[in-house]
């Protein structure tokens, strides 16, 4: 198993980015949100791999983060979900925007990925809805896999997530929800203040 490759961006093209291990190119299949954060080929990338091996070929798909493969690898664990259909998802949303539109039942948003029916999101939200959760989703933006995300204490998290919940009971996007809260000041001190200003971002 290849857990991760180390070296330098040789080129970034339409599916995929190729990096140069030792003057060896290994072209890897990366989601396009991911392709588009890579530096400029000639860089040095680290890169967390998946190695699926078929009968007639075997395929490199590879992440920016920890947290994008296990993601990954929670999705393609849902049976009619391969590689490639989880790739189409992660190019659609983040992680934590997969987590919060398994959490909200958004099979609308999951199905926007190529490749992905309403019947094959609505099976992937029942399959995952008890192996993620809202506060995983807020710690892990509050220890920056996002940079726009600031540190939040128990409290705010919770505050946090009450915002989002109301937000999305109210008919917004759980995506959209998710983010406007996100934007939130520090000097927010009840779920009130926060939806308030999450309101604001979403106007």
């Given at each position: 198993?290849?857990s991760?490759?180390?070296?330098?961006?040789?080129?970034?093209?339409?599916?995929?980015?190729?990096?140069?291990?030792?003057?060896?190119?290994y072209?890897v299949?990366?989601p396009?949100?991911?392709?588009?954060?890579?530096?400029?080929?000639g860089?040095?990338?680290?890169?967390?791999?998946?190695?699926?091996?078929?009968?007639?070929?075997?395929?490199?798909?590879?992440?920016?983060?920890?947290?994008d493969?296990?993601?990954?690898?929670?999705?393609?664990?849902?049976?009619?979900?391969?590689?490639?259909g989880?790739?189409?998802?992660?190019?659609?949303m983040?992680?934590?925007?997969l987590?919060?539109?398994?959490?909200?039942?958004?099979?609308?948003a999951?199905?926007?990925?190529?490749?992905?029916?309403?019947?094959?999101?609505?099976?992937?939200?029942?399959e995952?809805?008890?192996?993620?959760?809202?506060?995983?989703?807020l710690?892990?933006a509050?220890?920056?896999?996002?940079?726009?995300?600031?540190?939040?204490?128990?409290?705010?998290?919770?505050?946090q997530?009450?915002?989002?919940?109301?937000?999305?009971?109210?008919?917004?996007?759980?995506a959209?929800?998710?983010?406007?809260v996100?934007?939130?000041?520090?000097?927010?001190?009840?779920?009130?203040?926060i939806?308030?200003?999450?309101?604001?971002h979403?106007?």
């Open positions: 198993m290849i991760y490759l180390r070296g330098e961006l040789a080129a970034v093209e339409e599916e995929k980015a190729v990096i140069d291990v030792g003057g060896v190119g072209g299949f990366m396009g949100q991911s392709l588009s954060l890579l530096p400029q080929p860089n040095e990338v680290k890169i967390y791999t998946y190695l699926n091996v078929r009968e007639d070929a075997m395929q490199l798909f590879g992440f920016l983060t920890r947290d493969l296990e993601i990954f690898k929670l999705v393609i664990g849902v049976s009619g979900i391969g590689p490639k989880g790739l189409n998802i992660l190019s659609c983040n992680p934590d925007e987590r919060f539109a398994i959490m909200s039942g958004d099979a609308k999951i199905s926007a990925a190529p490749g992905i029916g309403k019947k094959t999101a609505e099976k992937l939200i029942v995952l809805r008890d192996k993620v959760d809202i506060e995983e989703m710690e892990h509050a220890h920056g896999n996002e940079a726009e995300t600031r540190d939040l204490a128990a409290a705010d998290s919770d505050m997530t009450e915002a989002v919940q109301a937000l999305v009971a109210l008919g917004y996007g759980s959209e929800s998710m983010r406007a996100k934007k939130t000041s520090a000097d927010c001190t009840t779920v009130e203040d939806l308030k200003e999450a309101l604001k979403l106007f």
